[in-house]
């Protein structure tokens, strides 16, 4: 973040200017500030309140009414990590009997902001000048949080900071785009999982592609998605693993739901009535066996996470669909058995074949006032669509 642009971002004109607009309007945005500037304000201050009243409107799916007394970056906005997840990190520090946590890197302080709701300390790293602004500013509520302007590996590798445990969520961006190999991230994963041996309670959020070798064998994994988006996995060492292992968090309609478990295969059988697709959770963190297992379901190939099942099964871990038909996959194929339905509203999933879901909808052309959930799968070498409805 721009240091200028953070330090006007934090002015109090900025911030008193900030409070007197109404709700963000993009279409409005031009007009408002034309107005702003013509009643005498000043045009920098206008535009750094426009762009933060933007930004908190975009903010609000991941800090809900919190974030109207927030400042952000689109940078910072982007790698924050959601309220709701962030509490669930928090809860891990509390229930291990931590009191206070360095954060190393801190970004807006999303996390930190958890940590200090929980009533934990914090120190909260920093090594962007205008990001620890911003965070300060977001931190400002919590005698017990500070943010500290500098490169936390440097720091915690000189001196001593009277905390117990530690929190990372490296960089997973540049100016390329996303890093997905931990070496990339920024601290690397290696040299976060280095503080183990002074702080074993170590949590440390990394990207959901992490592959499962990448995980230390004495940690707990634990994959998150939100409303069906995975967003994150966490690694936790020490006392913050609750078990060792993976496991995945389905936070669904404000509900919490978790799977422990160990990446084993789940049996095949034969195709049933019914076909379950697994939380993307589930299938990040390997569970898909263990999940059969546990539903009493059975994997319709070895290689793709559909299960299959003869009754309905309500589970927070897997949508259930009823097929209705299932027939050999083409294009002509399975156009005309929609049209014999007169299916026109069709949600299209797919999983192990290449199949643009986008481009098969154009070619379908669907008519009719019936709806229904086309999956598109491979058993063994066969493709295969199901025609189903959502139980
Ligand atoms: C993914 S963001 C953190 C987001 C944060 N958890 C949140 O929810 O708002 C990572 C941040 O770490 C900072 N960072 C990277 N390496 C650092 C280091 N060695 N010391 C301090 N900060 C660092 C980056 O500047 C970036 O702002």
């Known amino acids: 973040m721009d240091l200028h642009a953070a330090r006007l971002a934090v002015s109090p004109e900025t911030l008193s200017l900030l409070a007197t607009l109404p709700p963000y309007d993009g ?80 970004g807006l302080g999303a996390d930190a902001m958890a940590f200090a709701s929980l009533g934990l300390g914090v120190v909260a790293f920093e090594r962007d000048e205008g990001t620890a602004l911003l965070a300060d500013h977001n931190l400002r509520h919590w005698d017990d949080a500070r943010v500290v302007h500098a490169d936390s590996m440097v720091t915690l590798a000189q001196g001593d900071i009277d905390v117990e445990a530690v929190f990372a969520d490296p960089a997973r961006r540049n100016a390329q785009g996303r890093r997905h190999d931990p070496r990339d991230y920024s601290p690397p994963l290696d040299a976060v999982l280095a503080l183990r041996a002074r702080w074993p309670q170590l949590g440390v959020k990394v990207g959901p592609a992490i592959a499962h070798d990448d995980v230390p064998p004495e940690a707990e994994a634990q994959w998150v998605s939100v409303d069906g988006d995975v967003v994150e996995a966490g690694l936790w060492m020490g006392a913050l693993a609750h078990h060792h292992g993976h496991s995945a968090l389905v936070l669904r309609g404000g509900e919490a739901h978790v799977l422990d478990g160990f990446p084993v295969p789940g049996e095949v059988g034969e195709v049933g009535e019914y076909l379950l697709e697994p939380d993307g959770a589930v299938i990040r963190a390997g569970l898909v066996g263990p999940l059969s297992h546990t539903l009493g379901a059975r994997l319709v190939d070895p290689h793709i996470a559909y299960l299959a099942a003869d009754a309905p099964i309500a589970s927070p871990f897997a949508a259930s669909f009823r097929i209705l038909e299932s027939l050999p996959y083409s294009e002509k194929r399975l156009a005309s058995a929609l049209a014999t339905r007169g299916i026109g509203h069709a949600e299209i999933k797919k999983r192990g074949v290449d199949v643009d879901p986008a481009k098969l909808r154009r070619t379908l052309k669907l008519k009719g006032d019936a709806s229904a959930t086309v999956i598109l799968t491979r058993i063994g070498k066969s493709r295969i669509a199901f025609i189903a409805e959502r139980v």
Request: aromatic share 4%; proline share 1%.
């Open 27 to 106: 279409d409005n945005a031009l007009t408002l500030a034309q107005q702003l500037r013509d009643r005498g304000a000043d045009p920098d201050v206008v535009a750094a309140a426009l762009t933060q009243s933007r930004l908190r409107a975009a903010a609000h799916t991941k800090f809900g009414e919190f974030a109207s007394g927030m400042v952000f970056s689109q940078e910072g906005l982007e790698q924050a990590t959601r309220l709701v997840v962030a509490a669930h990190h928090g809860q891990r520090y509390r229930a291990a009997g931590a009191h206070a946590i360095a954060d190393v890197t801190c």
